[in-house]
């Protein structure tokens, strides 16, 4: 995957003693978990500049036929390839299987691999997943991000069931100043059914960007 948001793979090979290895692109990070450990959510101006690029990313992969299936701010790290200039690329596709045929799946089509609490409510009861999956993780890291909080917690049964089943609170009664087209948006990625969200990443990408547009100093805060 040869793309500006993901992170690239420049060469692998099998070490003397037969363990696999890659050769990957050096980021100098910090990675948006980390970011957010510090900071706790971002400004609605950041995540204009993020989630598009995300978008962009999983829509490049998923026109190869590639899902993520573990997209989480663990797996978005930063990188300033000059003084004050930063992207944010994704990293691991380790658990993506690839949706054209089952002799090139990684993983398979009713396996649950991955991070609960990202995790879309297919992933979690063996259903068939597809593009419209991450979607829904896009929604929960836009949601972490301009929520300060993911859309559930608990245990990590507790958190399947949320997924499954579970209604979050609305992004905009933790932020009542956000533009209430752009936190419809994000609920909408929220969706139980894939077929509620939007179609996918790029539409995802377009939806918010469109719904996102404000003025005054929300934009900084």
Excluded: W
């Excluded at 690839?98 to 297919?122: D, K, N, V």
């Excluded at 956000?178 to 939806?207: H, N, Q, T, Y």
């Amino acid at each position: 995957l040869r793309h500006p948001h993901i992170v690239s793979i420049l060469d692998f090979n099998v070490d003397d003693e037969d363990h696999p290895f890659l050769v990957m692109e050096l980021l100098n990070g910090p990675s948006m978990k980390d970011e957010l450990a510090a900071k706790g959510r971002m400004s609605l101006a950041e995540v204009q500049t993020i989630v598009p690029s995300l978008c962009a990313a999983l829509q490049f992969a998923h026109d190869l036929g590639i899902v993520h299936r573990d997209l989480k701010p663990a797996n978005i790290v930063a990188h300033e390839f000059a003084p004050g200039q930063r992207v944010y690329k994704v990293v691991d596709f380790g658990l993506a299987n690839l949706r054209e045929t089952q002799e090139t799946r990684l993983t398979g089509p009713h396996e649950f691999l991955g991070t609960i609490a990202y995790a879309s409510p297919e992933q979690l009861t063996g259903a068939v997943v597809d593009a419209r999956s991450d979607v829904y993780s896009l929604g929960v890291i836009a949601f972490r991000l301009l929520g300060g909080r993911l859309p559930f917690s608990g245990r990590p049964e507790e958190l399947l069931e949320a997924h499954i089943a579970g209604t979050p609170p609305h992004l905009l009664e933790l932020r009542p100043a956000l533009p209430k087209d752009a936190g419809e948006i994000v609920m909408r990625a929220l969706s139980k059914s894939p077929e509620a969200r939007p179609p996918s990443a790029g539409a995802f990408a377009s939806m918010f960007a469109a719904r996102a547009q404000t003025t005054g100093d929300f934009l900084k805060s």
